[in-house]
């Protein structure tokens, strides 16, 4: 995993609620076994028209959000299927965070083993930088290490993350070789409850 | 001892290791595996040179590519290829598959509950979100990403947090023609689609009480639409009277010991839940949604909304939107949406009692001209029933298609799709914008409404059709 610490780049605003897994990857991407090159399906239905040509209407293909690493979204973001495709689209586009006022579970977890950084503002914030990613060139800065997102212009919050995570992150660990460390554990477990028959 | 819930002792019987300022590392007792979500993960496993720490635990199938017709010529190259990729990681990992050859192949989320495979006090998880239909039987059952079915193939766990308790309350009884999936489509409908995120659901009271397990599953299917990453039902005698004689279910005297430790599991008298919603069965219609999230539902003799009937901005917009999606006009009755397709099938919807109920709304009737009617059964052995109990019969008699076990229209990943712009009767579980084709309409209905709007070719109230019995 690509470790995670701190972060500026161009904010991409998407003023939607509930916006599921389905949208952020459609299914017909999903057959494909490999990990990479899934940016160019990220939200296909919605980025291109039917003869292929890209849809103006769509936020990501208005020239204000060229080169946007930031996506700002409204609640609920990431519901719906559990599909990983869906972090490994927005990084893969070239996403390093999404801000949003709420995550679906499975989506949130998803984010956070692949390094893409799902953060959690109020409402109330997440409004103001959707205002703000209207501008061009608007930038946030992300530290992960002081759990902070500010820009030059006086915004500076907070957000909460699970330290046990926010560790494999700026470390960028993998947890498989993590949890191995645990296997007398894992042993013990299952000479109690599952023997190997 | 403080009373405790369900959820609370599956959790505690689980924990592998438990530290301060970490989440749990938890044990599962059942990885079921499919060939979608598999693929990477397998291959993460043969980059580090790692095994499958327990492939005794584990259990494959492929179902979301499946074609229902021909299954054995896949004419997409590149589901082929996930297909043969199951197969292969299976054999180099010594995983059981029930591949597209085998009596026990469906729809993961019915055949791991077919086969037995699905038991109460279990953990249970699939890189799959409906994961949580298995939480029918007093298992936590959750839907996972890739990299954790990579963590669960080398090492049996999962670091989890904690979560949550929401306990929903249904009580009373359920009006004729009112099924378990109008039950769950009323709760999202009133709370929200994401009124359980960071919770698991423990769905109580006397209406659930006395629904079969496969009304149980198909609640507890649609937690995840509620935002819950798993719902789960205490075990009781309907529990064990269904898995009895099952083939992974322990054998005799084990199989009587083992209801002994089940009936413990039941969340105990006095238990407390971070939450409680409370639900009168009296109250629900049957559900149609107009939208595109599940919440976006109307009571069948109810109206498509207005956007200036919500509260805040962001819902006008996101109904304004839903409405130009679906090519709907506030205030339209929801009987007068026409469809040009039904699907019957899914992991909500696609086991024996559902293809009863709608056969006995088909009988001696026929498909409505312009529609396309499909039944997918949720697995070979559900086929093999409703073919021998008469019912594929019944179905291809009125006009629909009889089809093979597989995941199909849900979410058309094979070629069973709707075409753009046209209307589908869907008894799935997700009706996002393009999941059942791109500029698909989705309308989630339960198996007798599906059936119903095959016969009329739009929606119509159940409770008004007369309805014989099937012989």
Redesign the interface.
């Known amino acids: 995993m690509q470790p995670f610490t701190i972060h500026t780049g161009k904010v991409a605003g998407l003023d939607r609620a509930n916006i599921d897994t389905d949208q952020i990857i459609p299914k017909q991407f999903l057959k494909r076994i490999e990990r990479t090159g899934f940016g160019k399906f990220l939200f296909y239905d919605w980025r291109y028209l039917a003869d292929g040509k890209p849809n103006p209407d769509f936020e990501l293909n208005r020239p204000e959000n060229e080169g946007a690493t930031i996506l700002v979204a409204n609640e609920n973001f990431g519901c719906g299927s559990s599909r990983e495709h869906a972090p490994w689209a927005l990084q893969d586009y070239g996403f390093k965070a999404v801000i949003a006022p709420s995550f679906a579970d499975i989506f949130y977890n998803n984010c956070l083993k692949n390094g893409l950084l799902p953060i959690r503002l109020t409402k109330q914030d997440v409004d103001y930088l959707l205002q703000q990613s209207k501008r061009v060139d608007y930038e946030l800065t992300i530290s992960l290490e002081e759990q902070r997102v500010y820009d030059e212009n006086g915004f500076d919050r907070t957000f909460e993350i699970d330290p046990y995570r926010k560790q494999l992150l700026l470390k960028g660990w993998d947890e498989i070789d993590l949890t191995f460390v645990y296997e007398p554990y894992i042993v013990e477990y299952e000479k109690k409850h599952h023997f190997i028959s | 001892m403080k009373p405790k819930t369900i959820i609370e002792k599956i959790w505690e019987n689980h924990v ?2 438990r530290e301060e ?3 749990d ?1 938890l ?1 599962i ?1 059942l990885h079921l595996v499919h060939e ?2 598999s ?2 993960a397998f ?1 993460g496993l043969r980059q ?1 040179g ?1 095994k499958v ?2 492939p ?2 584990t259990f494959a199938t492929m179902d ?2 499946v074609p229902t017709v021909n299954r054995f010529v896949i004419e ?1 190259e ?2 082929r ?2 297909i043969t ?1 199951l197969e292969k990681n299976c054999q180099e990992f010594s995983i059981p598959l029930a591949d597209l050859y085998s009596s026990e192949q469906g729809i993961v989320h019915v055949i791991g509950p077919e086969l037995g495979l699905t038991q109460p006090g279990k953990t249970i998880v699939c ?3 409906h994961t949580s239909t298995h939480g029918a039987f007093g298992a936590l059952a ?7 079915v ?2 669960v193939l ?4 999962l ?1 989890q ?1 904690r979560p949550k308790t929401l306990q929903i309350r249904v009580s009373g009884r359920l009006g004729d023609g009112v099924t378990a999936k109008d039950v769950i489509l009323a709760i999202i409908h009133r709370y929200g ?2 009124v359980g ?2 919770y698991v659901i423990e769905f109580t009271g006397d209406t659930i009480r006395n629904m079969s397990m496969e009304e149980r599953m198909t609640i507890c299917n649609m937690a ?1 639409e509620a ?3 798993a719902g789960l039902v205490s075990p009781d005698e309907t529990t064990f009277e269904y898995l009895r004689g099952r083939k992974y279910a322990p054998k005799g005297e084990e199989f009587e010991k083992a209801v002994e430790r089940w009936r413990k599991l039941a969340t105990d008298e006095g238990a407390t839940y971070d939450k409680t919603i409370e639900i009168d069965a009296s109250t629900i219609s049957p559900m149609v949604t107009w939208g595109t ?1 599940p919440g976006m539902s109307a009571p069948v003799d109810g109206t498509v909304p207005h956007p200036d009937d919500f509260a805040n901005e ?2 006008r ?2 109904v304004q ?1 839903a409405l130009q999606y679906m090519g709907l006009k506030p205030g339209m009755p929801i009987t007068d949406i026409n469809v040009q397709h039904v699907f019957i099938g899914s992991c909500t919807n696609s086991r024996i009692s559902d293809l009863r109920a709608a056969a006995e709304i088909v009988k001696g009737k026929k498909v409505a001209p312009g529609v396309r009617a499909l039944v997918v059964p949720g697995s070979q052995q559900v086929k093999q029933k409703a073919e021998k109990e008469g019912l594929a019969q019944i179905f291809i008699d009125a006009g629909f298609e009889w089809r093979d076990s597989g995941c199909s229209m849900c ?3 094979n070629p069973d799709t709707v075409p753009e712009g046209e209307h589908c009767a869907s008894t799935s579980n ?1 009706n ?4 059942q084709g ?1 500029g698909a309409r989705t309308h989630l209905v339960s198996p007798k409404m599906a059936a119903a709007a095959a016969i009329y070719g739009r929606f119509v109230d159940v409770r008004k059709l007369q309805i014989e019995p099937v012989r």
């Open positions: 592998v290791y300022g970490k989440p590392l044990y007792d979608v979500t693929p990477q291959e580090k790692r720490r327990r005794d635990l979301h590519n997409d590149i589901a290829n996930q990729a890189g799959d979100s959750f839907g996972i990403g890739t990299s954790e990579e963590h080398a090492t049996q766990t670091w947090h689609v994401d995120t960071g995840i935002g819950a990453r999230t962001t819902e917009k996101a939107l979410l058309g990943m997700r996002f914008e393009g999941r791109k």
